[in-house]
C-alpha cells in the first residue's frame, strides 16, 4: 500500500512540474514582447535565442513594424546555454521599416544581419559592438547605404 502510493504522489508530482513548465513557456514567457506602434507592433524583447534567431513579421494579425532598443540585450544575463552570444545570425522580416538605436547592441559574435528592402531606417548605433558583422540586403536599398555609410561588408541578395 505504501509504495502505490509513493508511486502515486511522484507521478503527481512529475505531472504537475510539467504542467508548469508547459504553462510557463505558453502564457508567461512568450518568445517575444510586443507593444503597439502605429498601425502595428514593434518587438521590444525577446526571452530566448538562438544562433539563428528568425524576428516574426505578424502579431496579432497586425505586422511588425519596428525593432526596438536592446531587444536581445536582457539576454546578456541568461542563466542557460542560450543566451546573446550564441547569436550569429539575424534575420529581420518583410515587415520591419525601423530599426531603432542600439537595438542589437552586445550581440559581439554576430555574423549576418539579413534586412529586407523594406526597412527604410536603421539607427546610426543600431550594431554597436557588433564588430563581425556583414549585412545581407538587396542592391540599392537602405540596408546597403546603410552599410556603405557605416563600413560594414554588405553582401547582395539575388
Known sequence: MKR???????????????????????????????????????????NNCS?????????KRK????????????????????????????????SVELIEHEAFYGVVNLQE?????NVMEIAPSAFSGCDKMSIYGYTDSYAEQYAEENGIPFVAKE
Open 4 to 46: 502505490k502510493t509513493l508511486l502515486s504522489v511522484i507521478g503527481g508530482s512529475i505531472f504537475m512540474l510539467l504542467a508548469i513548465l508547459i504553462l510557463k513557456s505558453c502564457f508567461f514567457y512568450p518568445d517575444y514582447n510586443f507593444e503597439s506602434y502605429e498601425n502595428g507592433y514593434a518587438i521590444t524583447g525577446c
Open 51 to 59: 544562433e539563428r534567431m528568425v524576428f516574426p513579421d505578424y502579431y
Open 63 to 94: 505586422p511588425v513594424l519596428k525593432i526596438s532598443p536592446l531587444v536581445l540585450y536582457p539576454l546578456r544575463f541568461s542563466i542557460t546555454g542560450e543566451n546573446i552570444d550564441s547569436v550569429k545570425i539575424i534575420i529581420i522580416p518583410e
Open 113 to 117: 544581419v539579413h534586412i529586407s528592402k
